[in-house]
């Protein structure tokens, strides 16, 4: 075991059990994974993905790039950071080699998000955060302070001092009067992304640290959305390594991290430790090591050794050995021995822990993500934030500054606190890598990728550090490059003999930390992911046995197979009951804008291409609405209700459409007409009654209503009344069969229903659905806007020259009528197409060829003539039949193509649109 | 994600708003009389500069009124936002480059 005594912050009165690789362990709440390998002297845990070299542990949070694991319990998922997985009791891991696995199982965890707005968000509770945060709320501003550790305090070990109390005590009493003051505070929380105007996503981590003791209704992750008046960037420093030949094996770790392990966990990484450095801050890890048993010796690149810590050393018997570098490791599973090189030549060092400095790289992430200007500090060998950005400011060590005195100064202003004395520093020393084989120099040690590499990319001619990012993968694993981007960048200028600081680094982007999808999903999974629209007759279709399909966000009943049936089948029998007898359709989805005002009419002239204005209170009339280019937007019928009042049907799904479209020019272009539009799509339920005995079903069930003929004549409606409920009934036909469209309120919808069923019973009244729908239109020819066009057929493409009118001087899209392009005779027009087989249904989107005089296909590429738009089964035809774009159409009626289906030709013949009844005898009967 | 102010309802996030293309292209007085480059102009053709732009934007999911924007293309932020109608901030705008 290499836990040690005296040491650390984990609860040593409780026993976790866990199992990695097989192989059962135990530990104590407050470890991470990491952590309690180390303690029970694992350091091997998995290998590179490309070479399958062995990785271990090599930091002690979210900058670690080695230590990836797979969970498996208590609920499997890839590629997390063994550092940052808190331990419970049960969990199951093991090392990734090569990929992780995701479940194949559903996540039963819930994750969710939370909207949040205050005036200033602090962005880690270390010395800075803590500091700013407190200064806030003390001036009574609204205050939110998050952290992505367990616990506050940031990177201060206890071993400091500040306010001449010890730096933990100092954490909890500011923590305490943080809570008193209401400042809103959570720990375990990442704030992983920065955005425009003070909005950042920062992601809860609420219930894996419980385990088994977690509250089941408490979800998982939540995403937080804070906007705030002003963001404090206090997200600290990471420590920088130095590359070197062999630098990824286990048991090289950064040297601030064996820190952690010992002052956070009491674990003791190695016995035999060398601490390679560049930077002061190295020294502290190898006294506090060395004074909890471990033998250290300190390597330090530079020739003029900080006095006070070397002092110190000598005092702790630690030997420090100036100038000199590592040049390599030894062993396999974990470091066996160190190679340096010093005044005094090569020397070999035996070693278990092999600890990294080269200096520290400020956190300047969620200040670059808002684009956030960098500049880089020769003497920090870093990047950090220049020039400043509305509403965010960056304190701290994220800010370059390292000391704890500079640290507690920015977070807190005149009145900071005192932090204890501290060594003077001794200047960092930029080294980005040391003498070797650059083909072992592991710059990016997730992604296998070395010096060598950027070597390649350099020799390739890649001049800009974005392009040898990509080329090498550096920086694209799970850790975005926290230890070897601003490494990369070094390299790079040196093997091109530029400065770091005309090179640049790369662009941080979100997310700081990998983000799994379930949590961005929230709850927007399964019937939560998008709105689900049902009409009032939805329970009735359920118990009906209906088919849904989906039609935009509405679920609309497709047909309703009995027993044994199949669509085809379903389909062919609603189609004959409403052609023969009668049918009814649920159809409430049907876009409804009711338009009021006394320049409705005119309004309506201005986007219909028909007249509106000329038709009379108490009929009906089909229009078509058009784009400015003359494309067909959208159709359907008007309904005049009065002078100053129509109702204006939309397909299902051009509803949103066609109302933005009205909206859209009566505010910006013709803000002085008399106008409202008002969507009553949900207040009104419609059932069409289709086909002969339509008459005798509407008939029975209001008695008040003349239905006759020539009382109630086709495109008319009437109001009537059902025990005291208004209704409106229509004469409108979408399947060219005698129709009553019945309107009523919606709260009235399944009981009309029932009664128009319940009349129709002795008729044989059967229920259909949308493919029965489509398959009647299509009969008819038709279109539906948006299946049989596409945004590129104009009214005269479909045939529908008749209601375009010729009397109004203008309507949106008329101009575009008269362009040549729209009269050139090739124009694709709406035409039918019947298989000469008589048993093809062609698949819609098939393309439509034509073969040469000889009976051969043209050399290719074949030219195309079109594309079946409809196709369908006819019970009334019995045979399939389709509706299809083919170039110059109307013309070639009776021409002979051929549709390419599953590898074969298919013979068809080009038809007019109307196939069943040209007259219009049964609708208007 | 910006916060985009709408001259009705203030600032709201960015989500809520809809693009509406270039500002001030008004419909033709007599489309009929225009010749076909005239009116493919108005129906197709939009400025494209880099910098300062008159746009359309609506409060979709909001009060869903349309209002103008003046907007940097180049640094995507907002320079100001006027109901139809009313002057937008006196920033200059560079409409002449199409690309
Ligand atoms: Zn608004």
């Known amino acids: 075991m290499s836990r040690v005594h005296g040491y650390g912050r984990i609860d040593r009165g409780r026993m976790l059990t866990f199992t990695f690789d097989g192989r059962t362990y135990t530990g104590h709440p407050g470890d991470t994974l990491a952590s309690a390998l180390l303690a029970n002297g694992v350091h091997l845990v998995g290998s590179s993905v490309n070479l399958g070299r062995p990785h271990g542990i090599s930091a002690a949070w979210t900058e670690d790039a080695t230590a990836l694991v797979q969970i498996e319990k208590p609920f499997p998922e890839p590629m997390l950071q063994a550092t940052t997985v808190e331990l419970v009791d049960g969990l199951v891991a093991h090392g990734v080699n090569g990929q992780g696995r995701l479940a194949d199982t559903a996540d039963p965890a819930r994750y969710d998000r939370k909207h949040t707005h205050t005036d200033t968000l602090v962005i880690g509770a270390g010395p800075a955060g803590l500091l700013a945060a407190l200064a806030a709320a003390r001036a009574g501003e609204d205050v939110v302070l998050v952290d992505d550790r367990p616990v506050a305090g940031g990177s201060l070990t206890g071993t400091e001092v500040i306010d001449g109390r010890p730096a933990l005590g100092f954490v909890a009493d500011v923590v305490a009067e943080l809570a008193r003051l209401g400042v809103r505070h959570l720990q375990r929380t990442t704030a992983f992304g920065q955005y425009d105007d003070g909005f950042v996503l920062a992601l809860e981590r609420r219930t894996d640290h419980l385990g088994a003791d977690a509250p089941a209704h408490r979800s998982r992750q939540r995403v937080h959305r804070i906007r705030a008046l002003k963001v404090v960037v206090a997200t600290g420093a990471q420590e920088r390594p130095i590359v070197f030949e062999d630098n990824d094996r286990p048991g090289v770790m950064l040297a601030s991290a064996a820190r952690d392990y010992l002052h956070r966990y009491g674990v003791l990484a190695g016995r035999e430790v060398v601490v390679f450095t560049s930077d002061d801050a190295a020294y502290a890890a190898a006294l506090d090591l060395a004074g909890a048993g471990a033998r250290v010796t300190v390597l330090d690149v530079r020739d003029t050794l900080p006095r006070e810590w070397a002092a110190r050393a000598a005092e702790a018997g630690v030997p420090v050995h100036p100038s000199t570098t590592v040049t390599g490791t030894e062993g396999e599973e974990r470091v066996r021995a160190v190679l340096a090189h010093g005044v005094d030549g090569s020397v070999r060092l035996p070693a278990d822990l092999l600890l990294v400095s080269g200096g520290w790289n400020p956190v300047v992430h969620l200040f670059s993500h808002v684009r956030g200007a960098l500049a880089y500090d020769p003497e920090l060998g870093s990047f950090r934030p220049s020039g400043s950005l509305p509403g965010v400011i960056v304190i701290g060590a994220a800010n370059g500054t390292l000391d704890l005195a500079g640290v507690l100064r920015e977070g807190g202003g005149p009145d900071a606190p005192e932090a204890g004395p501290e060594p003077a520093r001794t200047p960092t020393k930029v080294v980005w890598r040391t003498d070797g084989d650059p083909g072992r120099q592991f710059v990016d040690i997730q992604r296998d990728a070395t010096v060598a590499d950027i070597g390649r990319a350099v020799g390739a001619g890649l001049r800009s550090v974005e392009h040898v990012k990509r080329y090498t993968t550096i920086g694209t694993a799970h850790d975005q490059g926290k230890t070897s981007g601003v490494l990369a960048s070094g390299i790079t200028a040196e093997l091109l003999g530029a400065r770091i600081e005309d090179l640049g680094t790369t662009t941080f982007r979100p997310p700081y930390t990998p983000v799994a999808f379930a949590a961005l999903a929230g709850r927007a999974r399964g019937s939560l992911f998008d709105p689900e629209r049902t009409t009032p007759l939805h329970d009735w279709h359920v118990e009906a046995g209906a088919v849904f399909e989906d039609v935009g966000q509405w679920k609309r009943a497709r047909y309703y197979p009995e027993p044994g049936e199949d669509m085809d089948a379903a389909v062919l029998r609603e189609c004959a009951a409403a052609r023969s007898g009668v049918g009814i359709l649920d159809g409430s989805t049907l876009g409804k804008i009711d338009v009021q005002g006394p320049d409705a009419a005119v309004f309506l002239d201005r986007l219909y291409t028909n007249m509106m204005s000329t038709l009379k209170v108490g009929r009906v009339r089909y229009g078509v609405m058009c784009g400015n280019d003359g494309m067909v937007l959208d159709d359907g019928t008007v309904l005049r209700i009065d002078e100053n009042r129509y109702l204006v049907t939309t397909t299902t799904g051009g509803a949103a459409t066609v109302l933005d479209w009205m909206e859209e020019w009566l505010q910006t272009e013709w803000p002085e007409l008399r106008v409202h539009l008002t969507s009553v799509t949900e207040q009104w339920s419609v059932f069409p009654v289709v086909g002969p005995r339509s008459r005798d079903v509407v008939g029975e069930v209001f008695p008040e209503l003349d239905v006759s003929a020539d009382a109630f004549p086709f495109m008319s409606w009437r109001d009537t009344t059902l025990d005291g409920v208004p209704v409106r009934v229509a004469r409108i036909s979408f399947s060219g069969e005698l129709a009553y469209e019945v309107n009523v309120n919606s709260w009235y919808a399944p009981a009309l229903w029932e009664r128009l069923l319940a009349a129709g019973e002795r008729y044989g009244i059967t229920p259909y659905g949308t493919e029965t729908m489509h398959v009647l239109r299509a009969e008819k020819g038709y279109p539906i806007i948006g299946q049989d066009t596409d945004g590129t057929v104009t009214p005269q493409d479909l045939g529908m020259s008749w209601a375009v009118s010729k009397k109004k001087e203008d309507f949106v899209g008329k101009r575009s009528f008269s362009r040549p392009e729209n009269h050139n005779p090739l124009r694709k027009q709406f035409v039918s197409l019947l298989p000469i087989d008589g048993r093809t249904k062609l698949p819609e989107g098939s393309q439509i060829v034509e073969l040469c005089e000889n009976g051969s296909l043209p050399e290719p590429p074949v030219p195309m003539l079109g594309h079946v738009t409809s196709s369908y089964l006819s019970a009334e035809l019995g045979r399939p039949f389709a509706l299809a774009l083919v170039k110059n159409g109307r013309a070639r009626i009776g021409d002979l193509v051929h549709v390419p289906v599953n590898g074969a030709l298919v013979q068809a013949q080009i038809g007019d649109t109307v196939l069943i009844d040209p007259e219009g005898a049964r609708r208007d009967g | ?99």
């Open chain 2, 1 to 99: 994600m910006q916060l985009i102010h709408c001259p009705w309802c203030g600032p709201r996030e960015e989500v809520e708003f809809h693009y509406g293309g270039q500002a001030e292209i008004t419909y033709p007085e007599r489309p009929a009389e225009l010749s076909d480059q005239d009116w493919a102009e108005y129906v197709f053709y939009r400025d494209n500069p880099k910098g300062p732009f008159a746009e359309r934007w609506s409060h979709s999911a909001g009060c869903r009124r349309w209002f103008n924007a003046l907007r940097d293309t180049h640094t995507y932020r907002f320079l100001g936002t006027a109901k139809p109608g009313e002057p937008l901030p006196n920033t200059q705008r560079n409409t002449e480059v199409r690309v």
